[in-house]
Structure formats: C-alpha cells, structure tokens
C-alpha cells in the first residue's frame, strides 16, 4: 500500500534562496510524524509546500499514491489534506463558532451537517463551547491554537498538518496540545507534524525527520531519535 503522504527529493525557495534540498519523506496512514529542527530549517517551508502554498523547483509530493505536485491549495483541502498554521492565523473578528464555520468551506454542509460537525469539536475542545460566542481576538494563545486545529478539522482532513503548535504557550497548555494530537491519531487521523519542542514531537510521533538547513540529517522512529546521541545534544540540551 502506498503511504498516505510521500514528498519525494523536494527543493523549495524563495527566489535564490533554495530554504528545501533534495528533501524525502513518508508519512504512512494513521500515523504521527514529526519534522524537528532548529529555527529556520526548513520546516515551515516544507509544510507550506505540502498544503500546495508554495511551488516546488525540484521534486514531487504523492498524496494517497496520487501526484499533487501541481494541485492549488483549495483542491488539497477537498482532497483531504488540511494545515493548522504556524502563528495560529485565526480570524480575529469573528467569534469562534465563525471561525469553525470557515474551516467548513470546502465541504458544503447542510445546516445539521454544519451543527454536528461544530459539535464534534466542541466535544474534542470543550474550551471552545464555552466561547463559541467570544471573538477569536480576545482568547489566549492556548484558545487560539485549539481553535486553529479546530478549524483545520472542520475541512475533515485525513492528512492534518500542524505547524509548531506550541509556539508561545505555556508548559500546561502545550502538554493539552499535544494530548490533543495523541487523540487525534486515535480517531484515526494522520498528523505530519513540524515543532521546535524537539522532546515532545518525538515523544508523540511514530517517526520523525530532523531536518538541518533544508536536509535531512537522521530520520527514524520518534522513540529511536528521543535516544540518538546527536539529537539529544543537539536539541534536548543533554550532552
Ligand atoms: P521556524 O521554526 O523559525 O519557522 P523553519 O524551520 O520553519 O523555522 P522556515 O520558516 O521554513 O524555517 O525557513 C527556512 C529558510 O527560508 C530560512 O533561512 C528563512 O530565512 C527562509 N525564508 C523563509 N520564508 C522566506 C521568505 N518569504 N522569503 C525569503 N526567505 C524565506
């Protein structure tokens, strides 16, 4: 069987800058995989790419054995592939249930399609009932970040992309964020996702990728890079 999501010797830049090289990976259903790596990697980059926003200058990305190399980033969404941004990106003057309606775009819900769906992530972030009224603007950052997963759900992705969803919170709330993640993949969800909080994706993740200026250097089960000598000197702080 093909894995859902194969990015095969992809280069990616922003005009002479090639921020990607030669870069391959796999991410096989129903699994977690993270890419860590430390600020400027690549990662985002790679992400961005992945969702379709921005053009590879070498390489191919399969989805579900399908080349979507050259798919808009609106037919990746209806295909099944949906990204939770880097810096949340939520809309800020619209209240939170707005906010799920929007990540509903794609798939033109019947009103009770539209109130299940709504209520299927109420149920995932109970936060989230309780300020479906309250405007984007005004949740804390831990708020947000749920509201962008959540809103990333409502598209009903098969492939969730999640870039560094714990930028900027605090200790607490990332430990909720990434119990998030563990119950996604247990509804069968298949998360690629990218974090600077190297301990915690590899913890989380079935395999993962460490990407050094727009390389990948190692690559293995999260568990088998949580004790790699390099990754741990690298980016857990242990010697
Ligand atoms: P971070 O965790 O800081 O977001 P990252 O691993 O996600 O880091 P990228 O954001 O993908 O890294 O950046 C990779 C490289 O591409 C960096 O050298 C960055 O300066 C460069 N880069 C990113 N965005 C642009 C852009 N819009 N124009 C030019 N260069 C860019």
Redesign the pocket.
Known sequence: MSPMLEVQGACIG??P?E?VSDVSIRVETGQVVAIV?A????????MKAVAGLLPLSAGRVLFEGRDITAMPPHRRVGAGIALSP?GRQVFPDQSVRDNLELGAWSRDLSPCAMEAAIEAQYALFPRLRERQGQMAVTLSGGEQQMLAIARALMGEPRLLLLD?PSLGLAPLVIKEIFGIIRALRARGITVLL?E?MANLALGVADQAYV?ET?RVTLSGSGAALLQHPQVRAAYLGAG
């Open positions: 922003y005009g800058i921020a790596g600020n400027g990697a690549g990662k985002t980059t790679l880097e560094e990218v600077q990407l727009g």
